[in-house]
């Protein structure tokens, strides 16, 4: 589905971003992309999707093909036409339209009598976004939100769907529908996805393979029951040290980078 190999990004020509990242994913399955702030996981996905130029980044290196093209070939909207799609950070929604409007907006490629099947097929995987159809998506909770803005993704019919933090900032009840809808849309549907997440218990809970990253690299990659078994995974991402025990202060961790043996 999505090749990534040895991806080198630079911003302003000067900070390099990504050094030669390597990933694949799968037709069908659901990929946990992991990190903690600035490791370079949003700047993946702006290469796939060809969005680095608002920015000043830039591709120097490394290749991104899905299903057989050359991706650095294409304009954001031919991406989209591809069937890639996401769902970004913070969620983006256009707050002022209503939420069927922004609905409709994400399936403006779309032939037009496929529309209404594809609001239907939304509105049943999210019954709390259809009762909100005519409200005005600015005054939504974030998690309603969060639903709209994966909804508008899903009315293009993504082949890939990358989502940008879907949890962040939502109440856990929130975070656990809309993980469960996405991983209803793996296994009903068979939708692949393309995950991008900090908290990386709940995004493993979920995917069929993981690669974390640091500092711009893919330090570590495996099967979630391999990523949640390595003990630095264990303190630095899932809060327990060796034993079971309670992680340290961040005083005491405060210099684990210089310990982790993937970065040694």
């Not at 020509?13 to 992309?33: C, H, K, N, Y």
């Not at 702030?37 to 980044?57: Q, R």
């Not at 890639?84 to 399936?107: A, S």
């Not at 809808?181 to 393979?209: I, W």
């Amino acid at each position: 589905m999505l090749t990534i190999t040895n991806l080198q990004v630079f911003y302003d020509r000067a900070v390099e971003a990504l050094r030669d990242v390597s990933l694949e994913v799968r037709p069908g399955q659901i990929v946990a992309l992991l990190g903690s702030n600035g490791a370079g996981k949003s700047t993946v996905l702006k290469s796939i999707c060809g969005v680095l130029y608002p920015e000043d980044g830039e591709i120097v290196g490394g290749t991104l093909h899905h299903l057989g093209a050359d991706l650095t070939g294409f304009a954001p909207h031919e991406i989209v036409r591809r069937g890639i799609v996401q769902v970004p950070e913070g969620r983006r929604l256009f707050d002022k339209l209503t939420v069927e409007e922004n609905l409709l907006m994400g399936g403006y490629s779309r032939p037009t009598g496929e529309i209404a099947a594809s609001l239907d097929e939304v509105f049943e995987l999210f019954p709390d976004v259809k009762q909100h159809r005519g409200r005005v998506s600015g005054y939504l909770s974030g998690g309603q939100q969060q639903m709209v803005a994966i909804g508008r993704a899903l009315m293009a019919k993504p082949k890939l769907l990358l989502l940008d933090e879907p949890s962040l900032g939502l109440a856990p009840q929130i975070i656990a529908e809309i993980f469960e809808a996405v991983r209803r849309l793996r296994d009903d549907q068979g939708l692949t996805v393309l995950l991008v997440e900090q908290n990386a218990q709940l995004a493993l809970s979920v995917a069929n393979y993981g690669y974390i990253m640091e500092r711009g690299r893919v330090v570590l990659d495996g099967e979630p029951e391999k990523l949640l078994s390595n003990d630095d995974v264990k303190e630095f991402y899932l809060g327990v040290q060796a034993g079971g025990q309670e992680r340290r202060s961040m005083r005491e961790v405060k210099h684990y980078k210089r310990r982790k043996r993937w970065l040694s």
